[in-house]
């Protein structure tokens, strides 16, 4: 069983996996934006460019889901993020684009008991950083500064096809998605598209 917890270790979650399915460097405006929303609450500063950890969305136990809260950052948005309401760390993250198969935590905002130094299999969104020259990405690791054109998605889709698929079997738990639905109803931020908090 793999521990993901917050980084107070207040709340989260016991999985039913023994390593990441997909890493990822993301440098697109609304990790940014959640994680310095975050860190405006009291939690960790971003970093440039974040890394995000994709593991298979079985969950067997939780713990402290009184301190977890659901978030859209804004009308309209995809993605529901799963804070911890004392050290606002983001716990999970689930998208339509997963397919209930996988969620998603942000690498050094969360704690582990897992081997989560896997290489990122790319780097993406880059032309929405608001520096570029201060990410580093690590050399070999394929680089999509935007999806603008058919062809980029059709080469990120053949990174991340095992991913982003449907569950294969039954799971053992429940989805990141299921657990979603038994928290308050998801909060709305209305925080403005694009711009940086911190």
């Known amino acids: 069983m793999a ?4 980084n107070c270790g207040a709340c989260g979650f016991d999985l039913n996996i023994s390593t990441p399915e997909l890493s990822l460097l993301c440098g697109c405006e609304d990790c940014l934006q959640a994680l310095e929303w ?3 609450k009291g939690g960790k500063k971003p970093a440039v460019l974040p890394e995000l950890i994709y593991v298979r969305s079985d969950i067997l136990t939780v713990t402290g889901k009184k301190f977890m809260k659901a978030f859209y950052l804004r009308e309209g948005a995809k993605s529901t993020r799963v804070y911890c309401t004392l050290c606002f760390s983001v716990v999970g993250v689930d998208h339509p684009s997963y397919r209930n198969n996988v969620f998603m935590f942000f690498k050094k905002h969360c704690r582990t008991n897992f081997d989560v130094s896997q290489i990122p299999a790319a780097a993406i969104y880059l032309n929405e950083l608001p520096n570029l020259s201060k990410a580093e990405v690590p050399l070999g690791v394929p680089v999509f500064h935007s ?3 058919p062809q980029e998605e059709t080469r990120f889709r053949t990174i991340v096809t095992q991913t982003f698929k449907e569950p294969d079997s039954s799971i053992l738990g429940q989805s990141l998605q299921n657990f979603i639905k038994t928290l308050d109803p998801v909060e709305v931020l209305n925080l403005e598209k694009g711009k940086k908090l911190l």
Do not use: I, N, P, T
């Open 38 to 40: 975050g860190a405006l």
């Open 147 to 149: 999806f603008h054109f």
């Open 3 to 6: 521990d993901l917890s917050c």
